[in-house]
């Protein structure tokens, strides 16, 4: 079982990245996947859920407008097109799939995480 997140790098304020999370090992067709993130010296934080069909979206309001996650069930991939990045944006960003089918920011209702994928943004 293994979430995989890739597509980070460096990039001006203004530009854009997507990020993808791919599973091997089982499918995540019924649970709700995230993406966090963490910047150097703070903790993780929540930055997008999409429920188990892709219907339901929510994203934290510092991300809300430039970022849009989605999914693709028969790829097992989640994605993370991120817009208008901005220096505040430079973090590890993980992927998540939790418990439960739909979209939750809680931390503690994810299971299993990925390795992260850095992205810098550059000023």
């Known amino acids: 079982v293994q979430l995989q997140a890739f597509g980070g790098g460096l990039v001006q304020a203004g530009g854009s990245l997507r990020l993808s999370c791919a599973a091997s090992?089982?499918?995540?067709?019924?649970?709700?996947m995230g993406w966090f993130r963490q910047a150097p010296g703070k903790e993780r934080e929540f930055v997008a859920t999409?429920?188990?069909?892709?219907?339901?979206?929510y994203y934290a309001d510092s991300v809300k407008g430039r970022f849009t996650i989605s999914r693709d069930n028969a790829k097992n991939t989640v994605y993370l097109q991120m817009n208008s990045l901005e220096p505040e944006d430079t973090a590890v960003y993980y992927c998540?799939?939790?418990?439960?089918?739909?979209?939750?920011?809680?931390?503690?209702?994810?299971?299993?995480w990925g390795q992260g994928t850095l992205v810098t943004v550059s000023s």
């Open positions: 090992g089982r499918t995540y067709i019924n649970n709700a």
């Open positions: 998540a799939a939790a418990r439960v089918s739909g979209a939750t920011s809680s931390t503690g209702m994810y299971a299993y």
């Open positions: 999409i429920s188990w069909n892709g219907v339901n979206t």
